[in-house]
């Protein structure tokens, strides 16, 4: 089963638009990080956030803002006044403990191409 | 400041060929990584380690190895290359196991 799922394969908007990203994840352990990265047409994997999950306040930074609500397993990342610049691949990852280790295993969801038309 | 750096950038590969994906970071992380990427499916741990000396399998390690001699560089080996290795291989490291993770720019190989 996945353990982050990304039900948006694609999304278009045109710029100036809002858009979210939906993530939904599935874990048992109660200490887990939530993460969002970008993938822009070029190919590299730039973080944009990590999240632990004692802190379920949300965050804003800029344009992007992110929602974390346990109640219902989501971490949502939400664009706002999308640019051209924006377009990407969008991953969210979740990191939890490792058959009892420290070591945190990311598990990334499939993703979602965002593309922002001018 | 280079970060994680990976060599070389694109490879073609015959099949039962070998090679070795190198990876280097100077950030100081004690802990590494090794993904890959197929089309559509995200990515995909390989190996890890999490420190010098210490390695350990991800979801996806038959047909590859793994050495860490030293904290900066952690490079994959591909042995006896088959059609499915053709992918996308990303390096990555992390200052502790849940902190986040940065990536070097990718190797796209093809086994043909």
């Known amino acids: 089963a996945q353990k982050v799922t990304q039900a948006q394969t694609e999304i278009s908007v045109v710029e100036k638009e809002d858009v979210t990203l939906d993530c939904v994840y599935e874990?048992?352990?109660?200490?887990?990080?939530l993460f969002w990265y970008k993938q822009p047409p070029s190919g590299e994997l730039v973080f944009l956030i990590r999240?632990?999950?004692?802190?379920?306040q949300n965050e804003i930074s800029g344009r992007y803002s992110w929602n974390f609500q346990k109640s219902t397993s989501s971490f949502n990342f939400t664009i706002t006044a999308s640019q051209v610049v924006d377009s990407a691949v969008y991953f969210c990852?979740?990191?939890?403990?490792?058959?009892?280790?420290?070591?945190?295993?990311?598990?990334f969801g499939r993703g979602t191409q965002l593309t922002v038309w001018p | 400041n280079a970060g994680v750096t990976q060599t070389p950038k694109f490879r073609i590969l015959k099949i039962g060929q070998s090679m070795t994906l190198q990876c280097t970071q100077d950030?100081?992380?004690?802990?590494m990584y090794w993904y890959r990427q197929d089309p559509g499916m995200g990515l995909k741990l390989i190996y890890y380690?999490?420190?010098?000396?210490?390695?350990d399998k991800g979801e996806v390690p038959n047909g590859y190895n793994v050495s860490r001699s030293t904290t900066e560089d952690f490079p994959l080996r591909l042995e006896l290359a088959a059609p499915s290795q053709t992918s996308v291989y990303f390096c990555?490291?992390?200052?502790?196991?849940?902190?986040?993770?940065?990536f070097g720019p990718g190797t796209r190989l093809t086994v043909t």
């Open positions: 950030m100081n992380h004690n802990y």
């Open positions: 874990t048992r352990d109660t200490t887990y990080y």
């Open positions: 990852a979740l990191s939890e403990r490792d058959r009892g280790s420290t070591l945190g295993r990311l598990y």
């Open positions: 380690s999490v420190g010098a000396g210490i390695t």
């Open positions: 999240r632990n999950s004692f802190d379920e």
């Open positions: 990555a490291s992390s200052l502790r196991g849940e902190a986040e993770q940065y």
